[in-house]
């Protein structure tokens, strides 16, 4: 701007202030008395916002703050220090598959942005509680299953036994033993009884077999043969079993007779 528009712009800011602020006037005093006072307060406000505030929080020295767990509190500790932060074991617990000591939680979560002289909380393993194997012997597998589940563990494997002395479907024993203390979380397997084992057997399947291997596997099985009827079938070679008696996987009692149905020429 040249000298010449400064002057004009002085000129007319004069005229502007001698036409609605009249020298002497109350009302020039008053835009003066306030209006000064408060273009100073924002004027101030803005150098504490942009300037000071800044460097009181160090805003410019905030940084990512890393993921510590699954690492050990003993090897964090002079990773903090070079940081700058400090850090507070807010709890501790147990953790299957964690050793003891070992991260595993933090606030603030890996990736918050953080100043120098936080403080991190920490999450702490206790390592894995180890609990005592309930005793469930004598119990049906569903109340076994609840007493496992109660004291921390898990269903395994079922096996099956045949006892004439033992209720059927309860348990006979589970391994590891009652008694015996394993990591929480860990699988109970389970010997059931299933039954006496001279009282039943299942049918098996002889449709489509030569009578004489059907009859062989109906007495292996500890069953006769009973009826044996005959049906023209040109589908099948003379002397093939059509029909049996009993389905399939029916359970028998040992020596049930079973009726077939065998095609003739």
């Known amino acids: 701007m040249d000298s010449f528009s400064f002057s004009k712009v002085a000129t007319q800011s004069t005229a502007f202030l001698g036409k609605y602020l009249p020298p002497g006037s109350r009302r020039r005093r008053l835009t003066f008395a306030i209006g000064i006072p408060i273009l100073a307060f924002l004027v101030f406000l803005c150098i504490i916002d942009s300037i000071v505030m800044p460097i009181v929080t160090r805003q410019h020295s905030a940084f990512v703050l890393p993921d510590f767990t699954k690492q050990k509190i003993v090897d964090v500790d002079s990773k903090l220090e070079e940081l700058h932060l400090g850090y507070q074991i807010s709890a501790e617990e147990y953790s299957p598959g964690e050793e003891k000591g070992t991260i595993i939680g933090q606030f603030p979560i890996a990736g918050t942005k953080v100043k ?35 004291a921390g563990l898990k269903l395994g494997e079922i096996a099956w036994a045949v006892s004439d002395t033992i209720p059927e479907k309860v348990v006979v024993f589970s391994y590891p033993a009652a008694g015996v203390e394993v990591p929480m979380g860990s699988a109970v397997n389970l010997m059931v009884n299933r039954g006496r084992a001279t009282d039943y057997v299942f049918m098996p399947k002889v449709i489509g077999m030569a009578l004489a291997d059907a ?31 009993e389905p399939e996987g029916t359970e028998l009692t040992l020596g049930t007779e079973i009726d077939l149905v065998v095609s003739e020429s």
């Open 116 to 150: 120098p002289g936080r403080v991190i909380k920490f999450v702490i393993s206790i390592g894995t509680k180890i609990v005592s194997i309930p005793m469930v012997a004598g119990k049906s597998v569903r109340q076994a299953t609840l007493d496992l589940e109660t």
């Open 215 to 245: 009859k062989r596997v109906i007495e292996d099985k500890g069953l006769k043969v009973g009826l044996v009827s005959y049906r023209t079938n040109e589908n099948y070679l003379p002397e093939t079993v059509l029909e049996q008696s």
